[in-house]
């Protein structure tokens, strides 16, 4: 998800303003994603700019709102990108095939660990 929201990026500025809102770091997290996901850090803002943090928080949102250990990729795809609600809105649906192609293809290798 990393991948198909940023390429895996941390943007400069880190957070890019849409029509419809603000999303922040690699992740594109908005600022209520980042309360639901646990408010990790010292605040959204900081939260954003720590890679680990981006991750807690995500994990966090994921584990609120899909605790199924029966839960798909597609499931935690659309629902990253649309919500509670997304895995169920057709909206979400192109944001899971660029993921599912990142799974299919191996199009992202993240890098080692020092």
């Known amino acids: 998800m990393c991948w198909a929201s940023s390429n895996c990026t941390m943007k400069d500025p880190v957070c890019q303003i849409h029509e419809w809102g603000e999303v922040c770091g690699p992740w594109a997290i908005t600022q209520p994603y980042w309360v639901d996901g646990g408010s990790h850090g010292e605040g959204f ?14 994990r966090g949102y994921m584990a609120h709102y899909l605790p199924s250990p029966y839960a798909k990729c597609e499931d935690y795809a659309r629902t990253h990108a649309g919500g509670p609600l997304g895995s169920s809105n057709d909206n979400t649906l192109p944001y899971w095939y660029t993921v599912k192609d990142c799974l299919d293809y191996s199009l992202f290798t993240p890098p080692t660990l020092l």
């Open 45 to 58: 803002y900081s939260c954003v700019l720590d890679w680990q943090c981006n991750e807690n928080t995500v």
